[in-house]
């Protein structure tokens, strides 16, 4: 035991210590925050910018109709910080239309100038057709914003002209309807649906991507200890059991440490940034739920948060041992690649399934692989982070999963014990299928 | 009487898919004792040693160290291993190799002043350098050996395990290694090394043990073993002119000495001789006399530096006892 600590000392306090760690400890979060933050960031770009009331309205009309698209667009955003210009209406007969086009045009295209014009003439009042020129042209979200402004307007002219009294129309203009989702399932009113989905696929990516770099570099440190042949002064002084578990103990702990730091970091960026993102842009009319990124980290519960953990350990026990008994088998990065295929593919095999998990939490594919001793550690907290699991289920995954941990160690520990002094060609499937009968 | 053994290997077998390495091996090694275990390539001394180490087990057979079954827990910390294919890993500082090692060995108190005074004694820390905060693959070579002792002797072992420990060895690493055995010694350690080099353990064994193809051939102490024979060997040595005139191979000086070549071919009088170009260990036909060996010698023309009787060498006995059929070929060399 005490040799155990020794050996999982080491492994923890050098692999810390590596420029590798320092550095995906600190990439990994600015990634994480990155896809978190980047949908949010563009959603408010997108939704309704103050550059986009910088434009001019032509209006050929005399119904005032450029006047009232004008002010339909400023009450729209007018909740944003800042100064936020106005769009210059311009009252054109029909007939000098074209050379005020033209005029517009030149604007247009003078650097930091008006983004672009918008005609509005006697097809646009009967409801036929609103023209638009621009640089941003080709955003959808800024050109529907233009078209519902215009639309909002016809119909208030209209409905003016019909003898509606303006009071009535500008109270029913105004409507701002708000929709906020809420999820309900079998426990009652959840979180927000797009809260549980954020939470669901950042528990996989996060513990997919622990388990296997953390895997991988337990082989990589049993191969380098095999090619340098360090292991034989190493075995001399502790038997191969207590070396691999303290070997796969130390790596653990390093991977723990970097995942508490990944949602610290991540979780620190993500509070402090987001509300930074949607200040410096107007606020989003209620498509989106913004606050759906900070409350997926409100999701994570206590409980949830011990079951991830649990998860995770079992996870990086079970392919961290059979990865070390891939490195043990060969000699050479290459081949050690192709030793560890098998297991890597049970782990991108169950990536794989991510997607139908993620449409159907509760389905048959789902239900099956978070019962998998290989692919329970991915997809359980997964569900879990999705939706509602039910506790016993929970429970009875890790210990499924735990009894699949304990027969890979026990694989992985007689193909390790052979493997390490074993030097030479690359052994055949029957030559480990008799090391692992005979170790 | 046991526990005045260092090792006690009794009827060891170990076998293996294709092969026996070891058969039925009993040795023992007293306390105190540098003991040297000679043996061809895939003679068996690698698995033996693995064996002492208990890195594998025996298939039948017991091994004791310092009286006790060598599986017991905290038996082996007491014993320092330089394995034959070395190795550190490269990429940790020197420092924390030992570190590692030392603790693993049960080393608790103490470990950082035994590295530098081990340090500065095999000149790795000087005062303008301090190896110790390297990494280990910023050493020479020379210098991750000397690294290598270190570790294997950092925890004061009783007994040190020694696996060919000369190969690859600049003239003055190994000339380091002999005097740090014969200090082992001094100070009451047990130092067991495996050599195919006859004249490294001829000079520093007190006891050896020759196997072949797993088995023991003989054993013994050094004197014991060279008197076993009974007999005596030739020793001649001739004048550095014999040889002169650019030959140095010993077809083309043989020519040039027919006369001495036609003597030591002679099978009546001579049965085998080693031939070290000047120097040659001859052992006589049975029933031959060597002073008519010196008589034809001399009449030959041969300018004789030394004549001498002497026990055979370890070497002699080696080749007459092993043979040339006891060195497997196409073996792994981990025998």
Redesign the interface.
Known sequence: MDKFWVVAKREYVERVRSRWFIIMTLLIPALISGTFLVPVYVAARSAASPAARNIIILDATSAGLGARVSEILMVDTSHASGAAPRPQVRVVQPTELASAEADATKEVMRPKSVLGYLVIDDSTLAGARVRYAGRNASSLAETDRLRSAVRQAVMMVRLEQEGVRPATIEQVSKLPLRMPRVRIDERGRGASGQAGFFLGIGIGVLLLMSIMMHGQQVLRGVLEEKTSRVAEVVISSVKPDTLLAGKVAGAGAVGLTQQLLWIAVSAWLITNLAPLILKTTPAMTGDMDTSAVGMSFGGLTPALFIVVILYFLLGFVFYASLLAAAGAMVNSEQDAQQAAMPVVMLLIGTWLFVNSVLLNPNGGIATTLSWLPFSSPIIMPMRMGLGSVSWVSVVGSLAVCALGCVFAVWLAARIYRVGMLMYGKKPTMAEVARWIRYA | MSHDLAIDIRNVVKRY?QHVAVRDLTLQVPRGSVYGLLGPNGAGKTTTI?MI?D??APDTGSIALFGRPNREPGL??R?G?L?E????????QVR?VLH??A????MRVDIDKRITEWLERLGLRTAERDWGTAKVDELSRGMQQKV?FI?TLLHDPELVILDEPFSGLDPINAQALKDTVLELKRRGKTVIFSTHVMENAEKMCDAVCIIARGEKVLDGSVTDVRASSGRRNVALSLGAGERAGGATGSEAGRERLNGVGDVLSDRRLVRRFDDSNRFFEIEMAPGADSQELLRRLIDAGAQIERFELVQPSLHQIFIERVGAQGVETGM?G?G
């Open positions: 898919e693995r180490l890195i594998i082996l910390d014993v291993y394995p294919e070395r190795g550190l890993y490269k990429k940790m924390r590692f090692l603790e693993l060995k049960g290598q570790a792994s981990h």
